[in-house]
């Protein structure tokens, strides 16, 4: 059967190549293509089978048309690295970079459906406690977000207490929070700061109580209009140091001691907290030992590991929309619907907005 060859901008697909964090190498692997002719491929832009053009648009999750466009657009923004020196060094995974190419544009979207000044809010209260100490901050973002400590431990558990912080941020700072699944040796999350509306995303494939503390590490970073990539063993970084001990003073202003790691856990199951966080709180309070506190830490750790082995990989089978505002949250995802219903944007544009298909979407609005 005779090849159907088409002629590409060249340009377009090593941009699409890099942004995806692939090398040629591995895209021509991928594609069962002679690296050579792959090559040929991003030199002159000539000859490229349309069914090998398909292969490569799902590899670097881009449609088929990008490769015929006049001109490369912008690369994503990515934020700061803040992350420990070994992690700094490693290349980045196609899921992380999928991830912050996603944020882009969500954000970058956001701004269509809503007008810039509803996105406000939230960098004017940060800016205004920006100065303040860090006992007075955390009193103001307590009140602002309407969450006590004491509401805090009435949640049931901790997957309805990342739901409920979730979504006072989106609601009461206007903080658009993403959920994306990366690999957990890359980031725990990461925030952009620097244009609105504000966004936080969360790695999903950490424990709730993990995501929990990533979303008040995040806004940190984002009370100093730092956008961040940020893992959980980045203190090498004075910056992620403060955002850890910010979090952590956050979300457990007050810890007693512990005796065991019995009632460690007891204690940080009731603050709705992973035991990681309560023992870094007990150690920087001085109410552990040096060497209990990485006794201790080590043995969480090991149990963690043991719990990601044992994890089941039977697959789950989520409703399209429930996986989508699962991913964008519920104010982006609402903010879609809202301009739907309005005709402000068509059934394709917020199908495409939302992947979701248009005829799912016509039973939510």
């Given at each position: 059967m005779k090849k159907h060859l088409i002629s590409i901008n060249p340009s377009l697909l090593t941009w699409a190549r890099e942004e995806a964090g692939y090398s040629a190498t591995e895209v021509a692997l991928q594609t069962d293509t002679p690296l050579e002719e792959y090559l040929s491929f991003e030199s002159t832009g000539e000859g490229v089978p349309r069914t090998t053009l398909e292969k490569i648009a799902t590899i670097l999750k881009r449609q088929t048309a990008?490769?015929?466009?006049?001109?490369?657009?912008?690369?994503?923004?990515?934020?700061?690295?803040?992350?420990?020196?070994?992690?700094?060094?490693?290349?980045?995974?196609?899921?992380?970079?999928?991830?912050?190419?996603?944020?882009?544009?969500?954000?970058?979207?956001?701004?269509?459906?809503?007008?810039?000044?509803?996105?406000?809010?939230g960098r004017l209260f940060l800016d205004a406690i920006k100065l303040k100490e860090k006992s007075e901050q955390i009193r103001l973002l307590r009140q602002k977000l309407g969450i006590s400590s004491i509401d805090q431990t009435h949640f049931s558990n901790t997957n309805t207490a990342f739901r409920e912080w979730r979504k006072a941020i989106e609601e009461k700072l206007g903080i658009l929070v993403?959920?994306?699944?990366?690999?957990?040796?890359?980031?725990?999350?990461?925030?952009?700061?620097?244009?609105?509306?504000?966004?936080?995303?969360?790695?999903?494939?950490?424990?709730?109580?993990?995501?929990?503390?990533?979303?008040?590490?995040?806004?940190?970073?984002?009370?100093?209009?730092?956008?961040?990539?940020?893992?959980?063993?980045?203190?090498?970084?004075?910056?992620?140091?403060?955002?850890?001990?910010?979090?952590?003073?956050?979300?457990?202003?007050?810890?007693?001691?512990?005796?065991?790691?019995?009632?460690?856990?007891?204690?940080?199951?009731?603050?709705?907290?992973?035991?990681?966080?309560?023992?870094?709180?007990?150690e920087s309070e001085k109410l552990i030992s040096k060497s209990i506190f990485f006794e201790w830490l080590a043995e969480i750790r090991k149990e963690g590991l043991q719990k990601q082995k044992i994890k089941s990989d039977k697959p789950v089978i989520v409703l399209p929309e429930v996986k989508s505002r699962s991913i964008r949250g519920d104010r982006y995802y609402n903010s879609v619907l809202d301009s739907l219903r309005t005709d402000r944007i068509s059934f394709p544009q917020a199908s495409r907005l939302l992947d979701v298909r248009m005829g799912r979407l016509e039973h939510e609005i």
């Amino acid at each position: 059967m005779k090849k159907h060859l088409i002629s590409i901008n060249p340009s377009l697909l090593t941009w699409a190549r890099e942004e995806a964090g692939y090398s040629a190498t591995e895209v021509a692997l991928q594609t069962d293509t002679p690296l050579e002719e792959y090559l040929s491929f991003e030199s002159t832009g000539e000859g490229v089978p349309r069914t090998t053009l398909e292969k490569i648009a799902t590899i670097l999750k881009r449609q088929t048309a990008v490769f015929f466009l006049p001109n490369t657009p912008p690369k994503a923004k990515h934020p700061k690295d803040y992350r420990n020196i070994k992690a700094r060094t490693n290349k980045l995974h196609p899921d992380t970079l999928f991830a912050i190419r996603q944020a882009n544009s969500f954000q970058e979207s956001a701004l269509d459906l809503e007008p810039s000044d509803s996105w406000s809010e939230g960098r004017l209260f940060l800016d205004a406690i920006k100065l303040k100490e860090k006992s007075e901050q955390i009193r103001l973002l307590r009140q602002k977000l309407g969450i006590s400590s004491i509401d805090q431990t009435h949640f049931s558990n901790t997957n309805t207490a990342f739901r409920e912080w979730r979504k006072a941020i989106e609601e009461k700072l206007g903080i658009l929070v993403f959920q994306f699944s990366f690999p957990t040796e890359d980031a725990q999350g990461f925030c952009l700061a620097e244009s609105l509306p504000m966004v936080i995303i969360v790695n999903g494939n950490y424990a709730p109580a993990n995501r929990i503390f990533t979303l008040f590490h995040e806004i940190a970073h984002l009370l100093q209009t730092q956008s961040g990539l940020c893992g959980w063993e980045s203190e090498d970084n004075h910056d992620e140091f403060i955002c850890n001990d910010f979090a952590g003073y956050f979300l457990l202003p007050i810890v007693s001691e512990c005796s065991d790691l019995f009632e460690l856990q007891r204690r940080s199951t009731r603050a709705k907290v992973s035991r990681e966080v309560y023992l870094r709180r007990l150690e920087s309070e001085k109410l552990i030992s040096k060497s209990i506190f990485f006794e201790w830490l080590a043995e969480i750790r090991k149990e963690g590991l043991q719990k990601q082995k044992i994890k089941s990989d039977k697959p789950v089978i989520v409703l399209p929309e429930v996986k989508s505002r699962s991913i964008r949250g519920d104010r982006y995802y609402n903010s879609v619907l809202d301009s739907l219903r309005t005709d402000r944007i068509s059934f394709p544009q917020a199908s495409r907005l939302l992947d979701v298909r248009m005829g799912r979407l016509e039973h939510e609005i």
